[in-house]
C-alpha cells in the first residue's frame, strides 16, 4: 500500500509540474503568426513532440468578415493586333511556350513593302542628284551672274560685243532695265530651286522612314517576358489592321482580382494582408492590396481590387479564388482564438482536448468562427478565455485519460 501511495503521488507531482512549465499561447496579429507558433513551439516544420504541448485559450480582437470570390490574373498581358493588311506568313509556339522580351511571334507578308522600300530608295537617289544640281546652278549664279553675260542679249541682229558697249548703257540712261534687279531676281530664282531640292529629297526621306515602320509592323515583337495564352490566327490566314493575333501574359507573377462591394472599401488599404483560399487543393494563403481602382461600376456599384499572391502558388491565371475582408459596418467583438492544429473534427463537428479542473483530458465540440490567419481560428462558443487545451493532440488520445 505505500509504494502505491508514494507512486502515486510521484505521478500527480510530475503532472501539476509539467501543467505549471507549459507556455501560454500567445496571439499575434495576421501576418505574424508563423512566428508566433514558432516562438511556442508549433514550428509546422518540426515533428511533433512526445509530449502534447498544453496552451492557454488567448482572447482577440476579431471583426465580421465577408468572404469574396474572385479570379487570379497575371500582373501584365497583352494581345498583339496585326497594324498592315496581308497574309500571316509565321507564328512562333503554342500555347503555354515563354518568350523572351523582344522575340518575334508573328510575321505577315511584306512583298509589296520591300517592292516600296526599293522604289523610296530609287527616289532618294533621284533627289538627292537634283539637289546637289541645284546647288551648283545657285553658286553660278553668285560667282557668275546671268545678267552680265554678254551673250545674254544679242541686241538689234549686232555682235553681243557691241550690244555690251552701246545698247545697254543707252537703255539704263534712258530708265530701261537695273541690272542690280536682274542678278537679285536670278539669285532669289537660283536659291528657290535649292529649296525646292531639297523639300524633294527630305519627303523621299520620309517615304523610306514610313516603309521602314511598315515593315517592322509586319512583325510581331513580344514587350516584356511572356508566354502564349491564346493564339487567334494561324498561319495564311489574310488580317487586316487591328484584328488580333495572339495573347500574351506574364504568369511568373499572378493578382487576384476582386470586385468589392463599395461598402466594403473603406474597410481595406494599400499594403494590408488578408487572407486568401485557393481553389486549387483549397490552399491558405496572405495576399496584399495592390491596388484599388478609384472608380466605382455603375451597373454593379463594385470597385474593383487586386491583391498580389505569393509567387510558387499552385495553380494559374484564370483559377478561382477567395478572398476574406472586414466588414466595417458591423463592431469588432474580442473571442477566443486556438490554433488550427488544436481543432479535431468529429465527422462533421470541430473538437478540442480540455484539460480539466480534475487534470484530465475532456473532449469538448466548440464552434468556429472564422480564420484569423492560415494557423488560428475563432471560437464562438464552447471554450472560454484561459482554459487549458492541447495544441497538438496525438493520435489515439480519448477524454477522461490522465496526463
Known sequence: ?????????????????????????????????????????????????????????????????????????????????????????YLAGVEGEFFKAGDVVAAIDDDDLLAQRAQALANINAQTQAFQNSQVQYSKEF???????????????????????F????????????????????????????????????????????????????????????IIVKKLVEVGQTVQPGQPLLKLADSRVLQLKVEVPVRLVSGIQNDMYVPVILDVGNTRIQARVAQIYPVAD???HTVTVKFDLPEGIPGGPGMYAEVMLPDPSTPVQNLPIIPNSAVIWRGSLPAVFV?????????????????????????????????????????????????
Open 167 to 226: 545698247s545697254r548703257p543707252m537703255g539704263n540712261s534712258m530708265g530701261y532695265g537695273n541690272p542690280i534687279l536682274e542678278r537679285q531676281a536670278d539669285l532669289y530664282a537660283q536659291g528657290t530651286n535649292v529649296g525646292l531640292a531639297r523639300s524633294q529629297h527630305i519627303r523621299a526621306l520620309s517615304k523610306l522612314r514610313e516603309v521602314d515602320a511598315k515593315l517592322r509592323d509586319s512583325r510581331a515583337i513580344v514587350p516584356f517576358d511572356a
Open 143 to 165: 560667282w557668275a551672274p546671268r545678267s552680265r553675260d554678254i551673250g545674254r542679249m544679242p541686241g538689234m541682229g549686232l555682235p553681243s560685243l557691241f550690244d555690251m558697249f
Open 355 to 403: 484539460v480539466n479542473q480534475q487534470n484530465k483530458k475532456e473532449l469538448r465540440l466548440v464552434r468556429l468562427g472564422e480564420a484569423i490567419d492560415n494557423f488560428t481560428v475563432a471560437v464562438l462558443s464552447g471554450l472560454h478565455p484561459g482554459e487549458r487545451i492541447f495544441a497538438r493532440p496525438t493520435a489515439g488520445m480519448a477524454a477522461g485519460w490522465t496526463r
Open 1 to 89: 500500500m505505500n509504494k502505491i501511495k508514494t507512486s502515486l503521488f510521484i505521478t500527480v507531482l510530475l503532472g501539476t509540474m509539467t501543467l505549471l512549465s507549459a507556455a501560454p499561447y500567445q496571439y499575434q496579429q495576421p501576418g505574424n503568426a508563423s512566428q508566433a507558433y514558432q516562438t511556442n513551439g508549433f514550428n509546422r516544420n518540426q515533428t511533433v513532440q512526445q509530449q502534447p504541448q498544453i496552451i492557454n485559450v488567448m482572447m482577440a480582437p476579431t471583426g465580421s468578415s465577408v468572404v469574396l470570390g474572385g479570379t487570379v490574373v497575371p500582373l501584365r498581358e497583352v494581345t498583339l493586333s496585326a497594324q498592315i493588311p496581308g497574309r500571316v506568313d
Open 298 to 300: 455603375n451597373n454593379r
